[in-house]
């Protein structure tokens, strides 16, 4: 399942301070700040969809993601590798470093980190 836009925005702060009461996330976002009922909206979507639980603490809650950051981003880069190219990791890799505006040392590093996974296996 997939989260929309606005829910990963607030997933991405929720990740960022791993637990949190609604007025916390409320300061996290930058102006212009949602209405609270827009964001308490998002955080049922995303308790209905799996991604959030919370924990009551009075007449408060206490919200945690159910799901890691990497294992979320992992699925959604693979299935766009599947999606757009074909299954093919290099394909992807292919238009990732023609298509966008990589300076030579950032594709060095990305050089780097391929040989040190290479040598992992």
Do not use: C
Request: hydrophobic share 35%; charged share 35%; proline share 4%.
């Amino acid at each position: 399942m997939k989260l929309s836009k606005a829910e990963e925005e607030l997933m991405n702060l929720l990740w960022k301070q791993k637990k949190a009461l609604m007025k916390d996330l409320l300061e996290a976002y930058p102006e212009p700040k949602p209405a609270t009922t827009t964001i308490a909206t998002l955080l049922k979507r995303m308790t209905d969809k799996g991604f959030v639980a919370y924990k009551s603490l009075g007449r408060s809650r206490e919200y945690y993601p159910l799901v890691k950051k990497k294992d979320y981003f992992s699925k959604h880069v693979n299935g766009l590798i599947k999606n757009f190219f074909n299954d093919s990791p290099g394909q992807f890799a292919s238009f990732f470093t023609q298509e966008t505006d990589l300076s030579k040392e950032e594709l060095e590093d990305l050089r780097k980190l391929i040989d040190n996974e290479i040598k992992k296996r």
